[in-house]
């Protein structure tokens, strides 16, 4: 939380620079580059692999991989954006750029796991031969190089969404990997060749739940719910706990992007505090109220003496 400052006629507003030209996800660039490397590669490695042994389960974790791809490069190409500088008519700059590749990213993680679902189910009922040994070793390729893309992006996923976004995706290609090895593993010992159909499966039940907890959190910023972290009943109670703070309206909290909370309310105060502490004062106590307690980058009150509200509605009617 920032120094605030105060303005006269009954009003007070307190601003914390927030990183209006910044993301959280603009932090980790780098490993989102490398994690974009590693998966062009395990990318390249399984489409080839899909095409020497004929297995399904490749070619689903292939096509997984190439939306991971787009996804990373869409999160690469939202963080760039977002972190251009704000200006007159984009007052944020552009950070919901970020949010809106996410939400681009969720629509096409759907569209791959209805691919493997139908082709899953078809190779249920019409199993295809496929080269066991072979599958094992490009399997194996791609959960090595999965696990280091994880480890890269591991500490990010907690603070930007497209990070989130590009980790979960990593992660069910991690799985996706580790079941094409099994997969095959069951097909030598045990001949039976819906198992690959099956790994296929479950790797697509693997994509869609963590595709929709990415999309619901997207959505919630883009319709400006309260950040799920901001308990907005203990924000009301710790202001309105304030000595000389008489009630509390116009409270909003919601989420710019990544990591960039902002929060505004009116604060209706007793005119014989206002006039014994000052505005500058009472300010300070408010920032310092919500620094302790709560993970708010960017505030803006405004002072009211009390009847204020009132007044400013018959102005309006």
Known sequence: MGAGHSHGHGHGHSHAPGPTTGTAGAAYRVRLRIALGITLFVLAVEVVGSVVTGSLALLA?????????????????????????????????????????????????????????????????????????????????????????????????????????????????????????????????????????????????????????????????LLEAAPKDVDMAEVRSHIEALPGVEGLHDLHAWTITSGMPVLSAHVVVSQDVLESVGYEKMLHDLQGCLGTHFDVEHCTFQLEPVGHAEHEARLCH
């Open 61 to 221: 974790d292939a096509g997984h991989m190439a939306t991971d791809a787009a996804g990373i490069a869409m999160a690469l190409l939202a963080i760039h954006i977002a972190n251009r500088p704000a200006s007159e008519r984009r007052t944020f700059g552009f950070a919901r750029a970020e949010i809106l590749a996410a939400v681009l990213n969720a629509v096409l993680l759907f569209g791959v796991g209805a691919f493997i679902f139908y082709e899953g189910v078809r190779r249920l009922i019409t199993p295809e031969s496929i080269h066991s040994g072979a599958t094992i070793v490009f399997g194996l390729i791609g959960l090595a190089a999965n696990s280091v893309s994880l480890l890269v992006l591991m500490r990010g996923q907690a603070e930007s969404l497209n990070v989130r976004g590009a980790f979960l995706e990593v992660m069910a290609d991690a799985l996706g990997s580790l079941a094409v090895v099994v997969a095959a593993v069951v097909i030598i010992t045990t001949g039976w060749r819906q198992a690959d159909a099956v790994a296929s499966l479950l790797i697509g039940l693997m994509i869609v739940p963590r595709t929709w907890r990415l999309l619901r959190e997207a959505v919630d910023v």
